[in-house]
């Protein structure tokens, strides 16, 4: 069909093409509406957030991170946005992750560490607001496991440094073992940690699917089968929940 234009291009129709893109998604559409929008209401917090969420769903992180910076600074109490940046915060610390060189490259992990700030920021956000500590909790796990990850990543990468050592015949280095004993120690702590934000997760909302979810992967990983007995017996009390174990 033809393009609204002339008397239909209200802010009001350019805000529900925006939207009515994301929902079919095609973020540059909604990108481009909202941008658009934004010349003329600048501080329109709906085309702030469509802007940023557009972005974050192209990847676009670090336009992404501005334009919820800037939304926050408009709208600093608006959850939605503050959900979001939880969002940008999780994709981008998968993101980093993920690529080949994260070891090798200070800046990267440096963008890491700014991530997991950000997600902690948040979820600090969140754990002041009545009703939302539940939520806070469970993104501090999250945040927690990822922790967990960049740590075991680093010993994964000590232990192939080791075996091609004992290929080559090359001498062991004596301080990785302790440094490598030491990084499983904080592995260790770490997971406790999440375990701990999970179980007060769930006691504050037993509903809360996905903490349940991550909290009996966790038990089941050091095989502690009374507290997944424990859990599951809570969950069964409540019979509207999918069967988990």
């Given amino acids: 069909g033809m393009s609204a234009i002339g008397c239909g291009d209200t802010p009001g129709t350019r805000l529900q093409v925006a939207k009515m893109a994301l929902e079919r998604g095609n973020p540059q559409k909604a990108l481009h509406e909202s941008e658009s929008l934004l010349k003329s209401l600048p501080q329109n917090r709906e085309a702030m957030f469509i802007k940023a969420k557009s972005q974050l769903l192209m990847a676009r992180l670090e336009d992404s991170r501005s334009s919820l910076d800037r939304l926050l600074e408009y709208y600093p109490d608006d959850l939605e946005a503050r959900r979001l940046f939880v969002n940008w915060a999780l ?22 560490n700014d991530a997991l700030e950000v997600g902690r920021r948040q979820a600090g956000w969140l754990s002041l607001r009545n009703g939302h500590e539940a939520e806070a909790l469970y993104t501090e796990a999250r945040l927690v496991s990822f922790e967990v990850a960049q740590i075991e990543k680093k010993v994964a990468s000590y ?3 080791a ?14 073992v302790s440094v490598v004993g030491h990084l499983n120690q904080r592995i260790g702590q770490l997971k406790s940690s999440a375990e701990h934000f999970l179980r007060d997760a769930i006691s504050l909302k037993p509903d809360h699917y996905d903490a349940c979810q991550i909290y009996a992967w966790m038990l089941r990983g050091r095989n502690a089968w009374s507290e997944i007995w424990a859990l599951s017996q809570q969950l069964v009390k409540r019979k509207d929940l999918p069967a988990l174990l």
């Fill in 91 to 112: 994709f981008r610390l998968k993101d980093q992750l993920q690529k080949t060189d994260f070891l090798a490259n200070p800046h990267l992990q440096e963008q890491f």
């Fill in 163 to 176: 075996i091609r050592r004992d290929r080559t015949g090359d001498k062991q280095d004596p301080q990785v």
């Fill in 159 to 161: 232990k192939q440094d």
